[in-house]
């Protein structure tokens, strides 16, 4: 069974830094693209970056590029976002998903994590 | 960016009925040398996070229960549901993967009249 645990969120102030984590198992980690989705509370889904199986792909949305970086440790089937200069809009559960096929960019994401909230307040 | 625009935004209907949603995006999702619309349906019910439905537009993700299907081509796609069951509620979600960024719809809730 495939499965996916976020960890690292929490409470940061304005203009700090997190960064996230995503423990895989369940499937060969490095032939699958993944992704980062986020919701704010009460709100719709927003796509945040990916990655390719080998990481040598990344790509971001337009609201966190130069802020938020993906990466991946294939040894240890672990995805990761380091956040930094955060914001409060930047306040939402963050999803890790799983590419559902094997294809270099995500398409569509399957499975998903059970999230982790970080929270931008002072 | 390809803006994706479902309608309606909250839907009640009766046990047992039909439920239809429409999911309109923005340009073609269409790809033209394999004849596959990059389009996805994802359910995500309360405290959960979102579940994959169908991908392809059509193709129903493996244990998704035959009720549940997807049709359209180009930019206008629907999600039906054939026979409303109680564990149904939820928001249902339309995402394109034809460009990045990848973009969401804003959600349809799905309520039980």
């Known amino acids: 069974e495939v499965q996916l645990l976020e960890s690292g969120g929490g409470l940061v102030q304005p203009g700090g830094s997190l960064r996230l984590s995503c423990t895989a198992s369940?499937?060969?980690?490095?032939?699958?693209?993944m992704s980062w989705v986020r919701q704010a509370p009460g709100k719709g889904l927003e796509w945040v970056s990916a990655?390719?199986?080998?990481?040598?792909?990344?790509y971001y949305a337009d609201s966190v590029k130069g802020r938020f970086t993906i990466s991946r440790d294939n040894s240890k089937n672990t995805l990761y976002l380091q956040m930094s200069s955060l914001r409060a809009e930047d306040t939402a559960v963050y999803y890790c998903?799983?590419?559902?096929?094997?294809?270099?960019?995500?398409?569509?994401?399957?499975?998903w994590g059970q999230g982790t909230l970080v929270t931008v307040s002072s | 960016d390809i803006v994706m625009t479902q309608s309606p935004d909250s839907l009640a209907v009766s046990l047992g009925e039909r439920a239809t949603i429409s999911c309109k995006s923005s340009?073609?999702?269409?790809?033209?040398?394999?004849?596959?619309?990059?389009l996805a349906w994802y359910q995500q019910k309360p405290g959960q996070p979102p579940k994959l439905l169908i991908y392809?537009?059509?193709t129903r993700e493996s244990g998704v229960p035959d009720r549940f299907s997807g049709s359209g081509s180009g930019t206008d796609f629907t999600l039906t549901i054939s026979s409303l069951q109680a564990e149904d509620v939820a928001v249902y979600y339309c995402?394109?993967?034809?460009?990045?960024?990848?973009?969401f719809g804003q959600g349809t809730k799905l309520e039980i009249k």
């Open positions: 998903a799983k590419g559902g096929d094997t294809s270099e960019l995500v398409r569509w994401f399957d499975p």
């Open positions: 369940g499937f060969t980690f490095s032939s699958y693209a």
């Open positions: 990655i390719s199986g080998r990481g040598g792909s990344t």
């Open positions: 340009q073609n999702v269409l790809y033209s040398s394999d004849n596959k619309n990059f």
């Open positions: 392809w537009a059509s």
């Open positions: 995402q394109q993967y034809y460009t990045t960024p990848r973009t």
